[in-house]
Structures are given as C-alpha cells and as structure tokens.
C-alpha cells in the first residue's frame, strides 16, 4: 500500500467526490484500482494517490536498458515527431526545449537531430540508464527544480506525463513561468472521455496505479484556464485503441504491452496504405469533433506580455 492515503481531489484538494470506476489490478499483488471523480472541479483521480514519485511503478524501463535504439525507437514516431515541431517551428523563434518526463528519450533523440538546444528531464533511473547508453542530454531532475532558469524555453513537451503528476496545477504553473514569454507548450494524455474507456470500462488499459489524474478535453482546458494564462492554440482528440475493443468485443483482456503491440502493428498496415490513411484522417476528424479519440493532444501558448 502507498504511504499515505490520499483521498482528497490532487487538483483542487476538495474531499468531495466520488467512485467512477473500479478494477482489480492485473500485476500481483491483485490490488484494487478505484478512481474517484471530484464533485468540485471534475477531475478524474486514483483514489489513494501517493504525493511522492513511487520509482518501482516504472522498474519497466530497467528491462530496455542493453537494447539498441532501433529496438526501442519505433521510426513511426518520428514521422510524427517531424510534422509535430514544423508546425511548432512558426510559432516560436528560439530553439530551446524541455522535455518533461522524457522516458527512454526518443523525442530528446529527435529534437537533438533537429538541432534544437535539447534538455530531458526524468525521475525514473532506469529510463536515465537507457537515455544515457546513447549520451542524450537529460537530467534526473524534476520540473520545479532549481537549475532550470525561469523564461528561459521556447518549447516544453509532455508525452503521456501529466496523468502521473500528483500536482498537476502546480506543475501547468510551473511550465508557464519556464517558458520565455510567447513560448508553447505541448502535451498529450489519455482521454476519459473516449470510446476506448467508454467500451472497455474498467478493463481500460489505461487505468493502473502509475497515472493519477485523468482528463477530459475540458477538464484539461479548464485546468489551464484557472490556474494558468495559456491561450489554446489547438486541444484535438485523436485514434482508437482498435486492438483493445477487438479483444473486448471476442471477450479476452490483452495486457497494455499487448494493446501497444497490437495498436502499433495496426499503425504500421494504416501507413503503408494510402486508403487506409484516408480512411483515418476520417476517422479521426469525427472522434476530434466527438471529443471521443483515444489521446488528448494539446498546443498552448504563454502571451507574450501580460
Ligand atoms: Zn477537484
């Protein structure tokens, strides 16, 4: 068990909420999941949350280290990447980026290649080991640590990182006052409202003890309206954990490795198909305007004065 047991909402510290969801954890010890939603300001949070980084949650890391970058590195990614930072590149003039929770470091693998002034940072020491076998600049620091400078990034990323932030007001707060002013940042996490946790219920293989907080495109939006002064520039919902419904709908459970699996081969028949492509970019404008895809993606920017 954590700790500390926690059962105020992380965001706004009301006690007032109540049970959404509940699983029983697939890993031993079988451990029961609950998420609690707050009747305060809606956020959706792990029921007994713990305020410390709890560094065996992510002793997955510590099996990739040894492994060449082309085995942990999936070249789809970086098509992704690539369209991703053009777009980013006209709204920013400096090349100076913070990757937050940077895992096992492909995006600070990217950005360096680019030539951005790259810096990760990450708590986990098993993802710094493997980041570290292919010398990326990263530290193993958190973002309210004292040598990053104030103003000083014109571009801060979170892939999938929000979600497993105790404080995530104080960290949106903390981006914002890190940025040079007119700077972006860009984050993407799941998404509680999409038709994967709709269908899958508590089998949503999302739901584990490693995330926190779960968003909404609105609870995120309001997130950001209350506690910082960020202008969205663009808040999409995108994709379908295709393989995850497949296996729910013949009535088996795949794991998450199994769904990533499964989704990342998904991908890769999607892009060798330019039918298939279109068929997606459908696919995915309905779930965008639905609000329902399985990923938040959101683009925001600090005014330049205030
Ligand atoms: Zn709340």
Not at 26 to 45: D, H, M, N, T, Y
Request: with cysteine; proline share 5%.
């Amino acid at each position: 068990m954590p700790s500390s047991v926690l059962v105020y909402c992380p965001l706004c510290k009301s006690s007032h909420s109540e049970v959404v969801l509940r699983k029983i954890a697939a890993i031993v010890p079988k451990q029961s999941i609950a998420l609690r939603c707050c009747l305060e300001c809606g956020a959706i949070f792990l029921e007994d949350w713990d305020e410390k980084f709890l560094p065996e949650l992510y002793d997955y890391y510590a099996e990739r280290v040894g492994l060449e970058k082309d085995r942990l590195y999936h070249p789809l990614n970086d098509a992704r990447y690539a369209e991703l930072v053009d777009e980013i590149e006209r709204l920013v003039l400096g090349r100076r980026i913070l990757d937050v929770g940077c895992g096992q470091g492909q995006f600070v693998d990217f950005m360096v290649r680019r030539g951005w002034e790259t810096l990760g940072v990450e708590l986990s020491e098993s993802a710094m080991t493997v980041c570290k076998q292919f010398a990326l600049p990263v530290k193993k620091i958190d973002v309210f640590d004292s040598t990053l400078i104030k103003e000083s990034f014109d571009l801060i990323t979170l892939f999938e990182v929000i979600e497993h932030v105790p404080t995530p007001k104080q960290m949106v707060e903390q981006i914002e006052q890190l940025l040079k002013p007119g700077g972006v940042l860009y984050l993407t996490t799941p998404n509680f409202n999409s038709i994967d946790r709709r269908v899958l219920g508590a089998s949503w293989h999302v739901v584990h003890r490693e995330h926190i907080m779960y968003f909404t495109p609105n609870t995120l939006k309001n997130m950001l309206r209350r506690y910082t002064h960020f202008e969205v520039l663009r808040l999409h919902t995108q994709n379908l954990s295709i393989a995850a419904i497949r296996e729910k709908i013949k009535g088996r459970l795949l794991n998450p490795s199994g769904v990533r699996e499964g989704d990342q081969m998904l991908r890769q028949t999607i892009e060798s198909s330019p039918a298939m492509r279109l068929l997606k970019l459908g696919t995915n404008s309905m779930l965008n305007i639905l609000g329902w895809g399985s990923t938040i993606t959101l683009l925001c920017r600090k005014p330049m004065q205030r």
